[in-house]
């Protein structure tokens, strides 16, 4: 077995790759379980030759492409890149667990089919927040709303079911209807 320095010049089936040295010419050889760094055409790399098979140790050093990501292999379809100072992780699952974490970043976007969330306790703080939804539906034991300045609510039809008691209680109130204003009941109307 003899090793030597080459240059990968093309991709072949797999993840087999084209290389050419001065020593043994141009061969097509696989890449060793060792080796972390995913080769790219144009990397000059290790190589062990043997009399009938060859593989790429390892990435002595990556071609001077601007958009060419470093990559780490870790097999079974997990691999981590770097390019231009972003790091990117693919995998079929990924399943993370700390006692603490502290995430800080400038901007924070995900996206996906689902998200599920399950907590204990949860706390949410923002200066500003934005919501929008096809289809909403909120379940609470209790539930204490306070809104310190002014909220308004607008929909093109509302109806509230309230089981027991319901109250509103205001300084001025003012009840409004363009056509008609009604009040029903199977038993008394009180005013004043």
């Not at 090793?3 to 084209?18: K, P, Q």
């Not at 144009?42 to 009938?52: A, H, M, P, Q």
């Not at 974490?101 to 706390?123: K, M």
């Not at 609510?153 to 209680?169: C, G, K, M, P, Y």
């Amino acid at each position: 077995m003899t090793f030597h320095h080459a240059r990968v010049i093309a991709r072949g089936a797999g993840r087999s790759l084209a290389v050419t040295c001065e020593e043994v010419g141009s061969l097509c050889v696989g890449v060793a379980a060792g080796c972390l760094l995913r080769p790219g055409v144009g990397d000059v790399v290790l190589i062990s030759v043997s009399e009938d098979k060859a593989y790429i140790i390892t990435v002595l050093e990556h071609a001077t492409q601007n958009d060419a990501p470093t990559v780490l292999d870790l097999g079974d379809g997990v691999s981590l890149s770097a390019l231009d100072g972003a790091l990117s992780i693919e995998a079929d699952h990924a399943d993370l667990r700390f006692a603490s974490c502290d995430w800080y970043s400038g901007a924070l976007h995900c996206h996906g089919e689902q998200a599920h969330f399950v907590w204990r306790e949860h706390s949410a703080w923002s200066e500003r927040r934005s919501e929008v939804a096809v289809e909403s539906r909120e379940c609470f034991g209790d539930s204490d709303r306070r809104i310190g300045g002014h909220e308004e609510h607008r929909a093109n039809s509302l109806r509230q079911t309230v089981e027991q008691d319901w109250v509103a209680q205001a300084a001025d109130l003012t009840l409004f209807g363009v056509d008609r204003l009604k009040a029903d009941t199977n038993g008394d109307i009180q005013l004043g």
